[in-house]
């Protein structure tokens, strides 16, 4: 509502027909508004043709950024140019969720575990001893760090502070309430490249952000918004001690903290902002089991961070509903695709999978405990308890070992010996559990995530399953014409099983399984030709997106077991990227991997690109004491937590 002057100054109404009553005083009066006029127009004129000193308040998002006081710094990789950086100051939100009480309070029952509790745990990473770090290798890492600087100078040139750049019309997007989810995302991936400069810019934005300023937007995700503005802020403090980055991370920690006010404290997929306000939010019905599943790491960490037990508890009782269903379900051991939160029941999906929907609630099971550093003691139990109950029905049900002519892929140019792995789907009927052989470019990340577990529990059989999983999505990319694995895929399961033993070629299976329905068009083409003499049933989804998982398991493999060959398929993984997805300004999704030349460019570069794939492509060529494992626990975005007991 517009205020009148008369209703806020009723005194000034009189002044103002005092001061015009006399003819003579109307003219002087005029006179002075005349000259007010000129000298204000004049002051306008040059205020918007000279450099402003603060930023100029748009009511569209901003194509180019303005950087308050100092001159924007070089894109190059080299020391920050001599100007004083930009102050990285906290600056509060407009609303303060901190002081907003809840509707469904409850008593703190979970407490973070007391140092002198915690047990040490085997080490992690390959001790790399007499490590060199030979100038081939510098080279693809100085490749991937210049990948990621023509990116990231792309989105401060045409999409500053907007959630993502289109990289192929160079628009900027609003995909995550508009709190710059790439500036945020990318946080830490600067930090460890070495761009101390590009650093303070990026860090000095986001501790400027207004979580109540959505743009419109009544709710937000609560999975993606801890997991890329929550981890990301709470990963670029943990690097690099700046404490406003910490404030900034805990006020949105408040906030998502109302998610878990509901009548029984497990939290919906949407944060509805009016509805926390008013007491109204409740669990969903028909949720992925991976967001409330995959909160506990970051709000862990938090707790960790601040000595505020209240984060820890309210992702202990996510855990405490989990580890309580486990054996509940039509899988009894893992947790369906979706589940009724607000019944608390896990037992109306009959779909399982380690892709989407649900991957990171299991990834986060072994990472707890790495976090935490508890080994024996009852948390880390309870969650050993889970993540090997959980593994034992993935290896007997959704585990496939796929049936193929030939391994020839990409292998760092050696046959690929016939273990390789995918993860599969189940579906569990009352009669039978059938294992599907489709596999998604999403699931990848298990390679990586058997590995820990090997590493962490102390399971030597996970090790090897863990290599296998990631050498097969590491093949993959090399048996498409661009070089690049699809979304989503069919194989032919090998009938011999996965364990033990050879695969043998079965052509009357394949035809079988292969057959196009009576009818329709029985033509193969020759791009689907290509890709089924590699043991390629379908391809149902043949985009790539830019996705991380599979470099993200190849890297785990590689820190994990020292093997040097890993890198090389990185290397062959990252040129294939590179050269189907590269666009004027950056990199794009593209819709089919399937096709010889160039490819279809979807014009969306999510903020994973900069977070999580090409951080992953830079530390495979990386000297391995670069964010160790032993030091650091990733999040699902890819952002290094640092570990209980270790020190900045």
Same mark, same amino acid.
């Given at each position: ?65 303005? +950087? ?173 001690? /700046?404490?406003?980055?910490? /404030? ?103 779909? +399982? ?182 043991? +390629? ?26 093997? /040097? ?8 993984? +990252? ?74």
């Amino acid at each position: 509502m517009t205020i009148l002057p008369s209703r806020q100054f009723p005194g000034a109404v009189h002044a103002f027909r005092q001061a015009t009553a006399h003819p003579h005083h109307r003219r002087r009066f005029r006179l002075i508004v005349v000259i007010s006029g000129i000298v204000l127009l004049l002051f306008t004129y040059s205020y918007i043709l000279s450099p402003s000193p603060l930023p100029v308040k748009v009511s569209k998002p901003i194509l180019k950024p303005h +950087f308050p006081q100092y001159q924007p710094p070089s894109s190059s990789p080299s020391p920050p140019s001599s100007k004083s950086p930009p102050p990285i100051q906290f600056k509060p939100s407009s609303f303060n969720w901190t002081l907003f009480p809840q509707s469904h309070p409850v008593p703190i029952i979970h407490h973070l575990p007391a140092k002198q509790t915690a047990h040490k745990l085997p080490p992690i990473q390959h001790p790399f001893k007499n490590y060199q770090h030979s100038p081939a290798v510098a080279a693809r890492q100085e490749a991937v760090k210049s990948a990621f600087l023509r990116s990231w100078n792309a989105y401060k040139s045409h999409a500053w502070l907007a959630d993502e750049l289109a990289p192929v019309s160079g628009q900027p997007k609003k995909t995550f309430a508009g709190w710059s989810a790439t500036l945020v995302d990318a946080l830490d991936t600067l930090y460890i490249m070495g761009l101390s400069d590009e650093f303070a810019v990026a860090a000095a934005a986001a501790v400027q952000i207004d979580w109540d300023n959505t743009g419109g937007d009544t709710s937000c995700n609560v999975f993606e918004t801890t997991i890329r503005y929550l981890g990301g802020l709470i990963s670029a403090y943990d690097l690099s001690g /700046e404490h406003a980055l910490l /404030e900034k991370a805990q006020e949105l920690g408040d906030m998502l903290l109302m998610a878990f006010d509901t009548p029984n404290r497990l939290p919906p997929f949407w944060l509805h902002f009016d509805n926390a306000k008013n007491g109204k939010q409740v669990a969903g019905t028909n949720d992925p089991s991976a967001s409330p599943g995959s909160l506990s790491l970051e709000f862990t960490r938090l707790a960790m961070l601040t000595g505020e037990d209240k984060y820890f508890d309210a992702v202990s009782r996510v855990t405490d509903f989990l580890e309580k269903t486990q054996a509940d379900s039509k899988l009894p051991g893992m947790w369906p695709r979706s589940i009724n939160f607000r019944a608390e029941s896990v037992n109306g999906d009959s779909a +399982f999978s380690l892709g989407a929907l649900a991957d990171s609630l299991y990834e986060y099971l072994v990472k707890m405990v790495v976090l935490l550093g508890d080994g024996k003691g009852e948390e880390g139990a309870r969650y050993k308890k889970m993540y090997k109950n959980a593994m034992e029905v993935v290896e007997e049900h959704l585990i496939f070992r796929p049936m193929l002519p030939t391994l020839t892929g990409n292998s760092g140019g050696k046959n690929v010996p016939q273990d390789i792995l995918f993860m599969g789907e189940a579906v569990a009927y009352s009669d039978r559990v059938e294992r599907l052989a489709e596999s998604q470019h999403l699931s990848c990340f298990a390679g990586g995530m058997f590995g820990l577990g090997g590493k962490v529990f102390e399971l030597e059989k996970h090790n090897g399953v863990g290599e296998r999983l990631a050498r097969g999505c590491g093949w993959a990319y090399g048996a498409f014409p661009t070089g690049v694995m699809p979304e989503m895929f069919g194989m032919v399961e090998c009938q011999q099983g996965w364990k033990d033993g050879p695969c043998e070629w079965d052509d009357k299976l394949w035809e079988e399984k292969t057959k196009k329905p009576s009818g329709g068009d029985s033509t193969i083409s020759a791009a689907e030709k290509k890709w089924k003499e590699k043991g +390629f049933r379908e391809v149902r989804d043949a985009r790539y997106i830019l996705r991380p998982e599979a470099i993200e398991s190849i890297f785990l493999l590689y820190r994990m077991t020292g093997k /040097e060959d890993l890198r090389d398929i990185a290397w062959s993984m +990252f040129e294939s990227v590179m050269e189907t997805t590269k666009t004027p300004l950056a990199n794009s999704a593209i819709k089919d991997v399937t096709v010889d030349g160039e490819t279809h460019k979807l014009d969306s570069m999510e903020s994973f690109w900069l977070a999580e794939t090409l951080k992953y492509f830079y530390l495979i060529f990386s000297p391995p004491d670069l964010i160790s494992l032993d030091e650091f626990v990733f999040n699902t975005e890819a952002h290094p937590f640092r570990r209980a007991g270790v020190e900045r």
